[in-house]
């Protein structure tokens, strides 16, 4: 009988016909009064694993959750699907908390949402409160952080384990999206909960599309990458308080709807700026790594990393923020082992080696997914536990063919410097070493060793991704620690010898940029109403004070672009739609359809609506391998202006300029064909004078308007 209620429900609050993955098993032992431990993807729906017995139970469920600046608004998503939900965290005032405290006492409320620290706030009175009232469920969401193995550890979070204690007879459901097996152990021990179930869902989140990109001329990367999608819902991930201000800046000169949001910033500033964010009134956030944002919307269609994540767990939950609607999104991530050097630094926990020793594994194994030459997401899905041996073909690697080559000989050189210089030195060292560099690290001793400099015909970027694929194929090994050194294994001596041989990859076809990172939606939905609905949308959202997702996700509405529905009944068919928002919002959105409709003589289109969505195939580069800088450079080069090419290609002038200045270097453009002779040597001296090669906003502002960016970004590429 319970989950037959609990079917009703989902559809009638939350509008939806079915469970997915493991929701109504976990709701079915919470039900039954027993724990459990639900893991499931970012945008899976954990949270109506809870919310769902909350409204079956008698009594309140308390909700713990670190996420301060998620609580208002998982309560606003809650009140607007007809459920008394409240939340008690510092950003209240004593009056407002004293309102939550009566509702409370009342019975009127349902969930309450509180930070793990108000548990034990002011000794005991707290638990005491809740010892006075009937509770129906404990659910601790983000449980992951109860782990100091896992990677977003909160010292507050140990305490939880007391609720069990207190309350043994209270069912508790711990809900995580990242948790590989030692925090799961922990996640167990910690909360007091060794007999719990565990439902665990797959982690794949197959609408999103990863990229990695070498992080070289990375900004001239992101400002293509960001062109196509203007009126898109992004995150842009920053390794710095100081580098997320300087790139917001930047994306703002160049026109984009950009905010930014960090720890650096007063607490009114960044509420501000999410709100706006939330709201869809700015676009692009751009944040700290380090920094939790706590984003819960659900039309987030990128997010990119300029800087790389310290671990798996990081990369998979803040790419996890993209596509919780369902609808294609994507992940970038620009590179470089040169990230891997410098977080190495802050990996190290003083005084607890076996944390540090973590930690730089945890480190290791993001620089091998940057590295890595196979199927990414097959590689996320071992990294926690689940195992797959199919490639997904729906990211960057899926959808590159790689060429191997006979590199015996390269494999023997590279390990014979290894050999000879006792497995003692780094990768870098060793590069240097094959290359015969006359620089002062390299020891006297080992400029006397026939194997110096005996890969000098080979650039030092070559050398490199020789030895990463060395260490692939296991016929080298990197030690552990925060400055590793390179080492031979089992295989090595049969190379030595010539009994083996090796084949190194080399990556010939890759698919056109433009392509890849412009995702197909996966509805042919009709464009022109989805922004006539997003305007409906948005009137109710600042109606009701809420962000607009609030009211139905893109992908609601994009159903309601594609199927047509023309009534109340096929409104109900459309995902996301429950009965009260059909009472609330339904009469006005089926307006809009059906005026659209009777414009361009369309009908409902509700019988072809399936549940199933087929992944839609992405094209590669045409057949002469040309690329979108070089389709700029062509039409350059046949005569055509800056802005004839703009608008013939539909792109902003900004683009074509950075396009253009990558060839300044090859010599297949002239500086001064970009910049007017007289220009240039003000310019130079203002990037001088200025010393920030990241930063143009100051250049420009001390120029004037004279100057362009793309004037400056051409200097700047010379220098």
């Not at 108000?118 to 010892?131: A, C, H, N, P, T």
Request: glycine content about 6%.
């Amino acid at each position: 009988m319970s989950i037959t209620k609990a079917k009703e429900i989902l559809k009638s609050q939350f509008g939806y016909d079915s469970f997915r993955m493991n929701q109504q098993a976990a709701i079915e032992c919470v039900l039954a009064k027993k724990d459990c431990v639900v893991l499931m993807p970012t945008g899976g729906g954990k949270s109506l694993c809870y919310q769902i017995p909350a409204l079956i139970l008698d009594g309140l469920t308390l909700v713990v959750s670190p996420l301060i600046a998620l609580m208002k608004d998982q309560v606003d998503a809650l009140r607007n699907n007809g459920i008394d939900a409240e939340f008690l965290n510092s950003s209240q005032t004593n009056r407002e908390q004293t309102e939550v405290f009566q509702k409370v006492r009342s019975g009127q409320t349902k969930l309450l949402y509180v930070a793990p620290e108000r548990l034990l706030q002011s000794g005991d009175m707290f638990i005491d409160f809740l010892r006075s009232i009937k509770i129906s469920m404990f659910a601790i969401d983000e449980a992951h952080c109860i782990s100091s193995w896992g990677h977003d550890f909160r010292p507050e979070y140990i305490q939880l384990g007391k609720l069990k204690r207190y309350f043994p007879d209270i069912p508790v459901i711990a809900l995580t999206a990242t948790a590989d097996k030692l925090v799961r152990k922990d996640i167990f021990e910690r909360l007091n909960i060794q007999h719990a179930e565990l439902f665990l869902s797959s982690f794949n989140r197959p609408n999103i599309y990863y990229q990695v990109e070498p992080k070289r001329n990375s900004y001239a990367q992101l400002l293509e990458y960001l062109e196509t999608r203007r009126e898109e819902s992004g995150i842009i991930y920053c390794l710095s308080r100081a580098g997320t201000e300087s790139l917001t800046w930047d994306l703002r000169d160049e026109g984009f709807s950009v905010l930014p949001y960090h720890a650096g910033l007063d607490k009114a500033t960044r509420d501000k700026n999410q709100e706006l964010f939330l709201r869809d009134e700015v676009k692009i956030i751009v944040a700290t790594i380090a920094f939790g944002m706590g984003i819960d919307k659900s039309n987030v269609r990128f997010v990119v990393h300029t800087d790389l994540p310290k671990n798996i767990e990081s990369y998979y939950q803040e790419t996890g923020r993209a596509g919780r609607d369902g609808l294609e999104s994507h992940a970038l991530l620009f590179f470089s082992w040169a990230d891997v050097v410098k977080l190495k630094g802050f990996a190290e926990v003083e005084g607890n080696k076996s944390q540090s020793d973590i930690m730089l594994r945890k480190l290791d194994t993001m620089g091998k997914f940057g590295d890595m030459k196979t199927c990414r997401r097959k590689f996320l899905l071992n990294y926690f536990s689940e195992e797959t041996t199919t490639d997904c073909g729906n990211c960057d690697n899926c959808n590159k063919d790689f060429e191997t080559f006979d590199g015996t000989i390269i494999a023997q050189k590279a390990l014979s410097a290894v050999y000879r210089t006792n497995q003692r030195m780094g990768l870098g060292y060793l590069i240097d070493f094959l290359r015969g560099s006359k620089s002062q690290k390299i020891w006297d001793e080992h400029k006397n060793l026939k194997t110096y400099g005996v890969g000098a015909d080979i650039s030092k970027e070559n050398w490199f991704e020789y030895f990463r694929d060395l260490i692939a194929q296991d016929f080298l090994k990197q030690s552990d620690g925060q400055f590793p050194t390179i080492q031979l294994t089992e295989k090595s001596e049969d190379v030595l010898k010539g009994n083996v041989k090796v084949e190194l990859i080399k990556v010939t076809v890759k698919e056109e940029k433009k392509s890849s990172l412009v995702p197909e939606v996966s509805y042919p939905y009709l464009k022109e109403l989805f922004d006539e609905l997003k305007k409906v949308r948005t009137a109710f959202a600042r109606e009701e004070n809420v962000p607009p997702y609030v009211i139905f996700s893109d992908a609601t509405l994009v159903e309601m672009a594609t199927f047509l529905p023309q009534n109340n009944a096929e409104m109900r068919k459309i995902s996301g739609v429950g009965d009260l928002k059909l009472e609330k919002y339904g009469a006005d959105f089926i307006s809009e359809i059906r005026g659209y409709c009777e414009r361009n003589q369309l009908e409902s289109r509700i019988d072809l609506k399936s549940p199933k969505r087929e992944p839609k195939k992405r094209t590669k580069r045409d057949e002469s391998g040309k690329d979108t800088y070089n389709y700029s450079l062509d039409m350059f080069l046949s005569g055509m202006t800056i802005a004839e090419i703009a608008e013939s290609r539909e792109m902003a002038r900004s683009t074509i300029e950075t396009h253009l200045a990558r060839f300044i270097l090859s010599g297949e453009i002239a500086l001064e064909e970009l910049v007017p002779k007289h220009k240039i040597e003000p310019i130079k001296q203002a990037i001088i004078k200025f010393n920030d090669l990241g930063a143009l906003g100051p250049i420009k502002e001390h120029l004037g308007e004279d100057y362009t960016y793309g004037e400056i970004r051409a200097v700047l590429a010379t220098m």
